[in-house]
């Protein structure tokens, strides 16, 4: 069966620390696919970004930036300098190739106090 | 281009009654996916379409819960002889049913069972 553990609960930082949020997954699909969304307290999950199993590049957008290591099963995410508009609940997520759903994390809530 | 909508935004019933969740996809997105989420949790997959049918409803709770896609576009998410422990929020994703299939999530219903 397919897992995600985000072991952090809720975090908290004053601004422009760096952060990070960790995520851990279990699968014995050879080929996978990990995202992260943000949900801010409007409710509306926005999707941030996807891993391919396959390319563990990592991954740096803006302020933003990802890990993805195989060889410990992590894609954890870093927000670089927080701000407050960063605040809100971080899912990861995992799901197998083709038309399959998603298994979510239990979220991370974040919250950046000015 | 337009997202993913939901309708209605909130709704208040009683035990026992029947409700009906209505989800509009982006368009030209042939998978729809309906997630629920409890609060604190993240969102747990209840069924998936790809066009008409239902290919995956693995998640769904029992028989109170049911979904239909008639035309291929919209869905309905039906709930009858609704209990407190539905209250929560559920969520419509759709993609493009194809590759990696990123989903793309509407704002979601928050349902509260009296």
């Known amino acids: 069966a397919q897992k995600v553990t985000q072991a952090q609960t809720e975090i908290s930082v004053v601004e422009k620390e760096d952060v990070t949020l960790d995520c851990v997954y279990e699968?014995?699909?050879?080929?996978?696919?990990l995202f992260w969304y943000k949900q801010p307290p409007s409710g509306e999950l926005v999707f941030l970004i996807r891993?391919?199993?396959?390319?563990?590049q990592n991954e740096i957008s803006g302020r933003y930036s990802w890990n993805f290591q195989k060889s410990t099963s992590s894609f954890n995410f870093t927000i670089t300098a927080s701000q407050v508009v960063d605040s809100a609940v971080y899912f990861c997520?995992?799901?197998?190739?083709?038309?399959?759903?998603?298994?979510f994390g239990k979220g991370t809530r974040l919250s950046v106090i000015a | 281009g337009a997202g993913v909508s939901q309708t209605p935004s909130n709704k208040v019933t009683e035990k026992g009654k029947y409700v009906e969740l209505r989800c509009d996809p982006i368009?030209?997105?042939?998978?729809l996916y309906w997630y629920r989420q409890s609060l604190g949790q993240g969102p747990e997959f209840l069924i998936y379409?790809?066009?008409?049918?239902?290919?995956?409803d693995s998640g769904l709770p029992n028989d109170r819960f049911f979904a239909v896609r008639p035309e291929g576009s919209v869905s309905t998410l039906k709930i009858q002889r609704t209990e407190r422990g539905d209250s929560a929020v559920y969520l419509c994703?759709?993609?493009?049913?194809?590759?990696?299939?990123?989903?793309?999530f509407g704002p979601g219903t928050r349902l509260t069972v009296l």
């Open positions: 994703a759709s993609s493009l049913g194809q590759g990696p299939d990123t989903q793309y």
């Open positions: 699968t014995r699909d050879t080929t996978y696919y």
């Open positions: 891993r391919n199993s396959f390319d563990e």
């Open positions: 997520a995992l799901k197998s190739s083709g038309n399959t759903p998603l298994v």
């Open positions: 368009s030209g997105h042939t998978a």
């Open positions: 379409f790809q066009g008409t049918g239902a290919a995956d």
